[in-house]
């Protein structure tokens, strides 16, 4: 999806995201049911009620889950973020600087890791708290003959498949330290795979890729289906092969859901 937000950008949380894309309108994590996003919200007063939210020196940000009292759990929100790779939607984390006050669009997020961490509730009471490490997708755009380049030209489909699926569905518990990475490899063992399932052809036209690259691979891009944007997290079920132009129309053309249904039909028949 495109997102009407724009980066630094300030927003009315009822009025300009949930009158529009609905969701709950209290609390930190917001999952609106047809909206393909999970709207996550930190700042004010936060590390006064037993949340300690921090954006690191690399860019990317520590964010205590959902649960005000006692030891939290996996369930709800937080579930909804550990597992937004899998369900396919987008993590936009928004930051309020003054209480009451608008809300600041800080842009695209992906759940690199989470961990427990011992924090007071809002009571003061020590208790067992899920932080994740929530890593900036415009920090995880890779070069196409990169992510081509890692896979050995021999290694058989089949076990590229089987390495894309482990790495989309692994667990997301790991230490912040090793968030970025952990994203990374995650996102090229997929791409790996739907570039070399294409076998050269654009999934969308069926043509075969305009040029060789330097390694002498077809070129082709990885198109994420689900969300406008490049980067970001993947998964097999939810990434095209296509070639720039195709690519650039699933973009900006005048019938990109036409095009966007269509690749969901065609990897739907691939991969399930």
Known sequence: MLWPFELHRSYHRRNDIHARFGGQQQGGISTPADAPGIFIFTGHGAGHVGYQDVFEADGSFRYTGQGQLGDMRMISGNRAIRDHVQNGKDLLLFQQTKKGGPVRFEGLYVCGG??????????????????FTLVPQNGLSVEAEDLAAGAPPDLPLAELRKRAFQAALASNEASPRVALASVMARSKAVRDYVLARAAGLCEACR????????????????????????????????????????????????????????????????EI
């Open 114 to 131: 989470w961990e427990m961490e011992q924090q007071p509730d809002m009571n003061g009471q020590p208790r067992q708290a899920i932080v």
């Open 207 to 270: 043509n075969p890729a305009p040029f060789l690259t330097r390694t002498g691979r077809p070129y082709l891009e990885a198109h994420h289906i689900h969300k406008m944007s490049d980067g970001g997290p993947d998964h097999p079920a939810s990434i095209a092969a296509l070639c720039p132009n195709c690519h650039r129309e699933a973009h900006f053309g005048k019938d990109q859901l036409t095009l966007k249904s269509e690749l969901l039909e065609w990897v739907r028949k691939i």
